[in-house]
């Protein structure tokens, strides 16, 4: 063979070239369990209940204004009646909501979903209800207005297990659903007429046990709104237009504290405009910028009338969530390691090579895919066992019998224990920095750099004093000469 050197660099790529086409096809591997996973959690949600958003406690009454308008004269005189319906809307002044998560672990098959049981204490005060005197806009207009309504929207209706409701200090009687024509999902009680003209502070108190998965989210409809939150998860992730004011974090859960005044937020108008709950608090109108009002929206915001809406008005009300994050999620770790894999791929065929350089091995380019096919296994062990096991337990059981098998295979192809053990130990390390490296979150970037730097640093150091072209040389000049594959090894034949 003429270059030898230049034929050998040719199958090594190709071999790399298949490695890799295998790390896709265990990627898509990961792709479908994940997918898999997701489909479980919808079908949990679908069972259960989805995430929930408490929007309440409102009080609202639907009116309709008519007048008769009288057009032409004499024999061509005609009345004609007109209509405006609208809605009364009337939200709490101080609004205070004590919460506590107690997690459950839903699973079909071998997925599991995060579900969750709220227990939720609000009180809500308004100092009185002169919103719901209905105004007149035409002189000697008819007005009708229904009965006030209390009510308490969820995201949700399928998770309410338990609600108590007392109006001043007595128990009301709940009833499904909300008469809202926007947020329809959740519970109200009827109250009577009389309630418009009472001057006095309503107080509310609601006593809700709620179930949902993946987050719960909370809308600032009051003047002042005080939540708290507290739970045993130690995973939360805050979202929304407003963060926690205090927080704290530990391994053994959680606890926030939100305190939201009317004058931070836009929730009180878009409750009344009708502005769906977004998740995340996502609002594509403004995208967290400042939002605009047309005339007749701020209207409805200074005088609490707005007509009955039949569709949620454009944008997202104002609301803040937690949400109950997994970090250990086997799939998103197995699939954050096989990127990685061709790394792995690299460095151990550097090492590799600079055995076979500088202690006057040659390795066959099977050899090295053998080495490298053995480090691809690695990553399908780690996802099929992580369904069974913990994900520590299945990275130590998987790493563990890929440095074996490789630390057995390296001590025959590049002649013995003595080249054998370093190489089994280099991989054993990789694997180790790898696992730490998926631990972090912050800093895995940053690590990772200077691991990566540290590697090319330690191979510069030790083949400082190497000359390659006499390396190279003799490698062409053996390779004229046909020699076996592993000189050891034909010693030890002889």
Not at 293 to 298: G, I, K
Request: net charge neutral.
């Amino acid at each position: 063979m003429r270059f030898p050197l230049l034929t050998k660099l040719t199958a090594l790529l190709l071999v790399i070239v298949l490695l890799m086409f295998g790390l896709s096809m265990i990627e898509g591997v990961v792709r479908d369990r994940q997918y898999y996973r997701s489909e479980t959690e919808r079908s949990v949600v679908q069972s259960l209940a989805g995430s929930q958003t408490l929007v309440g406690p409102i009080i609202h009454s639907s009116c309709v204004e008519s007048w008769d308008v009288v057009s032409g004269t004499g024999k061509d005189r005609s009345v004609q009646e007109h209509r405006r319906e609208f809605m009364l809307t009337a939200l709490p002044e101080n609004l205070k909501v004590r919460t506590g998560a107690v997690m459950e672990e839903r699973a079909r098959g071998l997925h599991k979903v995060n579900a969750y049981t709220l227990k939720a204490h609000v009180t809500a005060e308004w100092p009185g209800l002169a919103q719901l005197q209905p105004q007149r806009s035409m002189k000697e207009s008819r007005m009708q207005c229904g009965a006030p309504i209390l009510m308490m929207g969820v995201g949700d209706a399928r998770g309410i297990r338990t609600a108590q409701m007392e109006l001043d200090g007595k128990s009301v009687s709940l009833k499904p659903g909300t008469f809202h024509p926007i947020y329809t999902r959740g519970l109200h009680a009827s109250l009577p007429d009389s309630i418009r003209s009472d001057k006095d502070p309503v107080n509310v108190s609601l006593d809700l046990e709620l179930v949902g998965t993946r987050n719960v989210s909370f809308v600032p409809i009051a003047g002042n709104n005080d939540v708290q939150m507290q739970s045993g998860w130690p995973h939360p992730s805050f979202a929304g237009r407003f963060l926690p004011s205090e927080r704290d974090v530990s391994d053994e859960g959680f606890q926030a504290n939100w305190r939201v005044s009317s004058l931070a937020t836009t929730a009180q108008q878009d409750v009344r405009l009708g502005r769906r709950v977004c998740n995340a608090g996502a609002d594509p109108e403004d995208q967290y910028g400042a939002r605009t009002y047309s005339p007749q929206e701020a209207a409805v915001a200074a005088n609490e009338v707005s007509t009955i809406p039949t569709q949620p008005a454009p944008g997202c009300a104002d609301s803040f969530s937690v949400s109950f994050v997994d970090p250990v999620n086997p799939y998103s770790l197995s699939d954050r390691a096989i990127k990685y894999g061709v790394l792995f791929i690299a460095l151990t065929f550097v090492a590799v090579g600079l055995f076979e350089l500088m202690k006057k091995l040659r390795v066959h380019p099977v050899q090295y895919l053998l080495v490298g096919a053995a480090l691809c296994s690695f990553f399908l062990l780690l996802v099929s066992l992580s369904e069974h096991l913990s994900f520590g337990l299945s990275y130590a059981m998987a790493s563990g019998a890929c440095v074996l098998l490789l630390g057995y295979y390296a001590s025959h192809i590049l002649g013995g224990w003595k080249m054998g053990f370093p190489f089994g130990l280099g991989i054993a390390l990789l694997y180790g920095m790898l696992y730490v490296l998926l631990q972090l979150e912050q800093t895995a970037l940053v690590v990772g750099a200077i691991a990566l730097f540290v590697v090319l640093g330690a191979v510069m150091v030790l083949t400082r004093k190497v000359n390659w072209y006499e390396l190279t040389a003799r490698n062409n000049g053996s390779g004229n000469n046909n020699s076996n594959i592993n000189k050891p090894h034909e010693g030890a034949a002889a």
